[in-house]
């Protein structure tokens, strides 16, 4: 924009000139590092929570790798529908319930592992099982949530504009968080987890 007024003001007579009036960039910078500190530092929390629960920092490391996936994924959704980010957008975005589906899967496969090491099933027929053991569960949690926002959707006017891209953004975030628990995350412990009964955690 800045440029656009330089070349109009280079083409008006002297006696015409373009000044801003109202300059956001302060405001637009003050807004991006806020979010980016704010999903930097949530980030963090997560990882050391989940170590605190899970009791395994390979685990943790694993499910916390959800959020910058689930994050691409929503970004990706929000750059086809042209949703701007910013703190209306991704403030509502919850760490916790992004990875909730994830902390389920690798646990349960940690628990099943720990608890038939040394069996005479393959390490995969054990993941697969504990995998298949709480798919239902995590998907049907991840699509309550979801439907929950669905009614935001069709707030019309002001309120539609400031809560339907909020809406959205955690919309596209739960979609890729479920589509990771499914498909990504059953795949790891089965090649990081090489002995179960060493590396389960305290669950």
């Known amino acids: 924009m800045k ?25 637009v910078d003050f807004v991006i590092d806020t979010v980016r500190k704010n999903l930097f530092e949530g980030g963090l929390l997560v990882v050391a929570v989940l170590f605190a629960f899970l009791g395994n ?16 994924f929503a970004f990706c959704g929000m750059l086809r529908f042209g949703i701007a980010a910013s703190l209306l957008s991704l403030g509502a975005i919850d760490f916790g319930m992004i990875v909730d589906s994830s902390v389920v899967m690798i646990e349960n496969c940690v628990r099943h592992l720990a608890r038939e090491s040394g ?34 959707l069709t707030l019309e006017g002001v309120e539609g504009k400031l809560f339907r891209p909020m809406a959205l953004t955690v919309i596209f975030a739960l979609l ?8 990504l995350m059953p795949c790891w412990p089965a090649c990081c987890f090489r002995d179960g009964s060493r590396r389960a955690s305290r669950g």
């Open 3 to 27: 440029d656009k007024l330089k070349s109009l003001a280079a083409s008006l007579s002297f006696q015409c000139q373009v000044m801003p009036v109202y300059d956001r960039t302060q405001l």
């Open 57 to 72: 920092l390979r685990a943790a490391l694993i499910v916390a790798v959800a959020i910058p996936l689930s994050m691409l």
């Open 119 to 152: 069996g005479a099933r393959s390490r995969l027929e054990i993941i697969r099982d504990a995998a298949v053991e709480v798919r239902k569960p995590t998907i049907f949690g991840e699509l309550i949530i979801m439907i929950v926002y669905l009614p935001i």
């Open 176 to 183: 890729g968080s479920m589509v990771l628990s499914i498909t």
